[in-house]
């Protein structure tokens, strides 16, 4: 869900997109594997990838994987300020810490109420992303409405 007012946008995400527990309650059952970023980039407009799971894949499917996605779509890729975005993922993907300033985590557990304060001018930085670490579609459905709430959606 793409989040946005006057200053700043918000990409809401989660730790990559193929998660067991998302067949049948976010995935249909008979989807190919294939198609699943497709459909998640439907929802969401990012998703983090860890530093092994983008590199170990070919160039030919980042390259798919940027045919999958809208033009706003983002992959934030595990890595440090020295290494480049793969070609193939050129407009589409930023290359981050974990711990950068522009992601805030959240898991199944946190509190709404501190990710309003972090995203209503709370002291610091504002993030770009807010990505789920636990993949929990529950608190991931519950961020959105936040966000609504707060009239940062879409």
């Known amino acids: 869900m793409k989040i946005s ?35 998640f980039n439907t929802q969401f407009h990012c998703v983090f990838l860890r530093r092994e799971d983008w590199q170990q894949v070919s160039a030919s499917e980042r390259s798919q994987w940027h045919a999958d996605t809208h033009d706003l779509f983002r992959f934030l890729l595990e890595g ?8 193939e993922l050129a407009g589409k993907a930023v290359v981050l810490s974990p711990d950068a ?11 709404l109420k501190e990710l309003a304060a972090s995203l209503s001018g709370g002291a610091g930085p504002k993030p770009s992303y807010l990505i789920s670490r636990d993949a929990d ?5 519950r961020v959105a409405t936040l966000l609504e709430v707060m009239g940062l959606g879409s």
């Open 137 to 141: 579609l529950g608190q991931m459905e």
């Open 80 to 87: 440090d300020d020295t290494q480049p975005v793969p070609e």
């Open 5 to 39: 007012n006057e200053t700043e946008t918000v990409l809401l995400g989660s730790l990559g997109w193929s998660h067991l527990a998302w067949r049948d309650a976010f995935y249909p059952a008979d989807m190919p594997a294939e198609w699943q970023l497709t459909f």
């Open 101 to 111: 300033s522009e992601i805030l985590w959240f898991t199944r557990d946190s509190s």
